[in-house]
């Protein structure tokens, strides 16, 4: 059963920064296009990033510049540094993996307050 487990959440003031990783049970994780969503309370899932099996990579306009997407096909992780945050980014992170069929992970909740 493929598994995602996303770690690295927590509390953090404005300005700060904090790491997101996700670890995947996939089999081949090389050839999985791999991303990160978040959905704030009271709000639809949107996507912050994505990154290709080739590397390629993709952000919303509110996070460009301030996160980074990346991905270490040794280890199946997927990673998203996320640096000068704002209050709202607060939201449940989740990770994704797609290739014939997408897989969710259970989230991971980022809270940015003073």
């Known amino acids: 059963q493929v598994k995602l487990v996303e770690s690295g959440g927590g509390l953090v003031q404005p300005g700060g920064s904090l790491r997101l990783s996700c670890a995947a049970s996939?089999?081949?994780?090389?050839?999985?296009?791999m991303g990160w969503y978040r959905q704030a309370p009271g709000k639809q899932r949107e996507l912050v990033a994505t990154i290709t099996s080739g590397g390629s990579t993709n952000y919303a306009d509110s996070v460009k510049g301030r996160f980074t997407i990346s991905r270490d096909n040794a280890k199946n992780t997927v990673y998203l540094q996320m640096n000068s945050l704002k209050p709202e980014d607060t939201a449940v992170y989740y990770c994704?993996?797609?290739?014939?069929?997408?897989?969710w992970g259970q989230g991971t909740q980022v809270t940015v307050s003073s």
């Open positions: 994704n993996a797609k290739f014939t069929i997408s897989y």
């Open positions: 996939l089999s081949v994780f090389s050839i999985y296009a």
